[in-house]
DNA sequence: CGCATGACGTGATTTAAGTCACATCGTCAC
DNA sequence: GTGACGATGTGACTTAAATCACGTCATGCG
C-alpha cells in the first residue's frame, strides 16, 4: 500500500532504520509528544508591551491591556514539541510572541499534512472562541517558542463583557477559514510543483530584499502535501532556473514573481 | 500538462467535443453562471414554521422568529445556478430551506474542487459573521433549491443585540472550520479510493436503513477531488463486493462498515 | 577524534491515478 | 421514432509523483 511518510519530526534516524515499521513509530512518537507537551520552561508575567506586540491587540487602551495582562500566561516550547492534540479538550487561546508554531493534522498512518505556519503576532487554538470542544488540529513547536496563553474562563469573560476584541479576534479566524479554503483547494486542484512553490511565497519572509523560508525541505514537504524527495528534486530545478538558492535549513528566494501561481499567469502550457 | 479537468457542470457534451479547448468553455461557463445566478424565481414570505425547521433557529422564541422572519427573504434558484461566487462581495447570511447547495473552489484551469454540501437546515454564506469581505468560496445549486436570506444589514442589527444567536451561529463556523481541516487532511494524506469512500460516507443521506447517495459521479468526483473516470471504477469495485450498488445519478450502500475510513482499522495492509 | 544524527541529493523503480477515446444506455422533446 | 444530450462504463496509454536505497555533508558531543 502506498503513501506512508514522514513522521512527526526528525525521522531521518528512523527512516535509515526501518520503512516497514513506520506506522509503529508513528503511534509511539504521539504518545511521547504527548508527555513532552507538559514540559514548558517557564511560566512568567507579560508586559504591556508584549502584548502591543501582537495586531489584535494593538489599538487596546493601557486599562484593557492590564487586564489582559493579569490574566494571561507566558509559556515557551523547545522545538519539536507539541502544544496540543488534535482531539484534546480545547482549553485557551494561544498566541505567539516569538518562534513559530505548525499546525497540523496527522492521519494514524504516520502521514502529516501541515495545514499553516504561525509566526510572531499569529493567534491560534480557535476552539474557545467558537465553544468547540475539541481541538480540530494539533499544534507543534516548529522551533524554540514563546507563547502568551489566555485560558478559557478569562475568554468566557471576555466575550461577555467586551464584544469589541471579540470582533477583532473573529476577523482572524475569517482569515484562518479562508486559508483552509484555499489549503483545499491548493491540494485538491493543483500539481505538487505549484503547491511547493505556492508554500514558498506562504511561508517567505518578505522583509528582507531577498525573502527567506526558513524550514527544511522535510517541514515544507509537509507543507505542500508531498515528500522530502520531491521537494528537493523540485528546489534544485529552481535553483538551476535561478529562482532560488539553497541553503542548509533555508531557501533564499531570488526571483519572487517567477514562483507566482499558475492562475495568475492565464496559461503556462505551451501556446501552439 | 496534466490535471485539467471537469467544468463546472453538464459538461459531457462539450467534452465530447473538445478535450483540448476545455479551458476556454470553462471560463466560458464561470461568465455565463454569473448572469444566471440573478435568475431567482421568487421572493417570498416565511413562516415561522419554516424557521423553526433549521436548527440554529430551533430553539428560538417565538418573538425572535417574528423579527427574522421580517428580514429574512426566501429565493429559489434552479438546479446549476450559481448563488454568489468566490471573490465576490459577501452580503448576507443563507439558510437551505430545501434542496442541496454545493460550496466549491475553482481553479482557474477548469478545474473544480468541492469542499462541501449543504442540505437542509445548513447554513451558508460565513463572511458578514466575520467581517469577511469576499466570499472564501462559490455556492452552486446541486439541484432546485430554495433558500432563506439574512441580509447583512439585519445580521449587523442581531450582532449588536442578540448576542445569544449569534453564538449559535458562530458554533456552527466551528465545525466548518473542523470540517475544512479535516477535507485538507484527506486531500493531502489520504488515497484517492479512501476519499471516495470518504465522500459517500460524508454524503449519504442516512435517513433510510440503506443509505444513497444522491449524487452522479462527476459531483462525487469533485468531492472527492478526483476526476469522474476513476469514481465509476471504483464504484465497479465496491460494487463487486458488495458493498453498494449503483443506480443512475445515485449510490445505494448495502454494507457500510466497509467503507469506514482506514484510521478506525489500525492496519489493512497484509498484517505478515 | 570518531561516531551518531539530522539534513539534503539523486538514480532506479513502481504505481496510483489522470487522460483519451469511444461505447452504451436512458429519457426527454419535438 | 429519432436525435440530442447527459450519465455512465471501460480499455489503452501516459505520467506525475511516491518509494526505495544509497551517498554526501555538516554539526554536535562524549
Known sequence: MPRMCPVVTGDTALARRSYQNRTKYAILLIVVSNVLRYNMVAALQISLDNLRDIPAFHALPDEQLMSLAAVMVR??????????????QAESLWFVASGRVKIIKQSLHGRVQGLCLMDRGKCFGSCPLFDMAKNPATAQALNDVTLFVLPEAALEHMKAHDPHLVKALLHIYSQRLEHLARVSEVLGAWT???RINDSLL??????ARDPVVELTQEKLASLSGTVREVVSRHLRLLEKAGIVRIEPRRIVIL?????????ACEDQRKPA
Chains 1, 2 share one sequence.
Open 255 to 263: 526571483n519572487i514573481d517567477a514562483l507566482m501561481p499558475p492562475c
Open 75 to 88: 509559556r515557551q516550547y523547545a522545538a519539536g514539541h507539541i502544544i496540543f492534540m488534535e482531539g484534546d
Open 192 to 194: 505538487v510543483p505549484d
Open 202 to 207: 506562504t511561508y517567505a519572509d518578505r522583509d
